[in-house]
């Protein structure tokens, strides 16, 4: 059974480029949440996805950000017109539904974007 | 502040010795867990601990939880240098059926050899 999968691993954009990450979530889970996370900081609460909806986006900038998880396909990440304060290791971790009694969530190894 | 703020925000210990990191947050909480984190990879899960629990053992880790005092504890027991990492508390609460997840800003352990 992989794991949670994010692609790509380190990916540099221009400021003013788009840069989308990608993640497959565990199989079975039907939960995904995103994070962000600068160098030797703890981890920031973007966005809580299920399938086709956004549960909860409320430490998801309003502007240039975006996220969705499809019914098919993995969650993807969306921020546009980069600046190169976006520059951060992004993380997407994944739980199984509620109601199965885990509360725990399963990490991937994180997407690190650079703007130049 | 953020909710799920540990201290001390780095730790250096000598191999053998005990770790003990410590976590506390504002709100209600349905369990209280702790993850690990080696140098540009994600997040482990080591330990959760429930609301209606006081402490908990898993091999050398041990959580404490006082919900009076909104606190956690995490002991790492006669240390190893492959201990060294940075140690997140996240807690969790439910609402209607979803969760939600606020992580702490950190300890970073150092085990030396």
């Known amino acids: 059974n992989a794991g949670v999968m994010q692609n790509p691993r380190h990916l540099v954009r221009r400021r003013g480029q788009e840069a989308r990450l990608r993640c497959s979530p565990m199989k079975g889970h039907s939960h995904v949440y995103w994070y962000r996370q600068l160098p030797e900081e703890g981890l920031k609460f973007m966005v809580y996805l299920q399938k086709e909806n956004i549960i909860d986006e409320s430490g998801m900038p309003k502007e240039r950000f975006s996220a969705e998880f499809p019914k098919e396909g993995p969650s993807i990440l969306r921020i546009q017109q980069v600046v190169r304060g976006d520059s951060a290791a992004y993380f997407c971790a994944s739980s199984p539904p509620t109601g199965q009694g885990s509360y725990e969530q399963y990490f991937g190894p994180g997407t690190r974007l650079t703007v130049t | 502040s953020q909710q799920g703020e540990e201290d001390p925000q780095a730790l250096s210990i000598q191999e053998g010795e005990n770790a003990t990191m410590n976590c506390s947050y504002k709100?209600?909480?349905?369990?209280l867990q702790w993850y690990r984190q080696n140098s540009g990879r994600g997040l482990v899960h080591l330990i959760l601990i429930r609301s209606n629990e006081r402490e908990k053992h898993s091999g050398r880790l041990r959580v404490t939880l006082d919900t009076s005092k909104k606190s956690s504890s995490l002991l790492i027991t006669a240390s190893r240098a492959a201990d060294t990492a940075s140690y997140f508390c996240?807690?969790?609460?439910?609402?209607?059926?979803?969760?939600?997840?606020?992580f702490g800003t950190g300890t970073r352990l150092k085990v030396l050899a």
């Open positions: 709100t209600s909480i349905n369990n």
């Open positions: 996240a807690t969790v609460s439910t609402t209607s059926g979803t969760y939600k997840y606020i």
